[in-house]
């Protein structure tokens, strides 16, 4: 049986000319404060508009991790206990996070119009694509609970 070796990985990051490495980590530390607060974008799919947050900044050759609450939860109420636990830090650090709210899920959403069809768990699952597509992302790793799994 082969051993286990660990392998360090370095990201270049490279300078902007003239730049010193403290001005560099000052706008990094700037940018990590922007993007922990999110940035919740919407997108048209064929069965109506989706709502989702990003936190954190894609790196290259990383997966995103995209979660999907469960009934009558939003991303918030289903998912920051998770994201917020300690263990947790060093996971977040290292992947861009996307949180999908179901249509209607999510905060300050308005009542839906009288006669309004609620799109089918399928069609639920098939917005994802569309998220996936408007952030160009071709990996992830999924966590869903209840109806959102």
Partial sequence: MAELQEVQITEEKPLLPGQTPEAA???ELAARILLD???THSVET???SVTFTV???PK???PAILTYHDVGLNYKSCFQPLFQFEDMQEIIQNFVRVHVDAPGMEEGAPV????YQYPSLDQLAD???CVLQYLNFSTIIGV???AGA
Avoid: C, D, N, S
């Fill in 60 to 62: 290259p050759k990383r």
């Fill in 144 to 146: 869903g609970v209840g």
């Fill in 55 to 57: 936190y954190g900044t």
């Fill in 112 to 115: 839906f119009p009288l006669g």
């Fill in 127 to 129: 917005m994802i694509p």
């Fill in 25 to 27: 980590k000052e706008a």
């Fill in 37 to 39: 607060q999110g940035q």
């Fill in 46 to 48: 064929p069965y109506g």
